[in-house]
Structures are given as structure tokens and as C-alpha cells.
């Protein structure tokens, strides 16, 4: 790895990200663009470890639901698994006529 690169990642490493996104939401015209490259890469960093965690969310909640299906209806489940995956929906950009003709594969 470059020296610049390294100087990056102790940047990135630095870097409140929720303190960061929180400025940029709350002023998005003047803080989306003062935002230093660090930040912008922890943001991007932030970003991709979150959607994993949402992809691994989702496939517990619909574990979940089959589970309670299958053993003990469960309307908490149900609930839970309905509402993560009208999330990822919305955050795939998925319209509901989509999600329920099958034709979102994200």
C-alpha cells in the first residue's frame, strides 16, 4: 500500500461516521460538499457494512418466519419479516407491484 493510501485509512479510521452523516442530512447543500475525501470513503465503507448486515437481517427474518410457520404461527414473526423486507425493498428501489410479481431479484 502507497503512503497516501495509508494516510487515508488512518483518516477514514478517524472519522465519526454517524456524527458525519448526521451533519451532511442535517445541511445537505453546504456539508455534502465540505465533506473530506476520508469522510466520503467512511461514509462509502459505512455504507457497504451496513447493507450487509441488512442482506443478513433479512434472510434471518425470513428464516424466522418459515420457522414459525412451520412449528408455531408466530404473528411477531410474520410482522418482523414483513416489515424488513418492505425495507430492503425500498432501499433496493423496488416498487410492491415488483416485489409481488417476482421480478426483484436484487
Known amino acids: 500500500m502507497n503512503e497516501r493510501m495509508s494516510h487515508l485509512h488512518e483518516a477514514v479510521a478517524a472519522v465519526d461516521v454517524l456524527g458525519s452523516a448526521g451533519r451532511i442530512v442535517a445541511d445537505p447543500l453546504r456539508r455534502a460538499q465540505a465533506t473530506s475525501t476520508a469522510e466520503a470513503y467512511a461514509l462509502a465503507l459505512a455504507v457497504e457494512r451496513f447493507w450487509s448486515i441488512c442482506l443478513e437481517a433479512e434472510q434471518l427474518a425470513r428464516l424466522e418466519a418459515r420457522r414459525a ?33 417476482g421480478r426483484d431479484h436484487s
Open 69 to 101: 410457520h412451520r412449528f408455531q404461527p408466530n404473528d411477531r414473526a410474520d410482522g418482523l419479516a414483513r416489515s424488513i423486507t418492505q425495507q430492503m425493498a425500498a432501499l433496493r428501489g423496488a416498487t410492491e407491484e415488483s416485489q409481488t410479481n
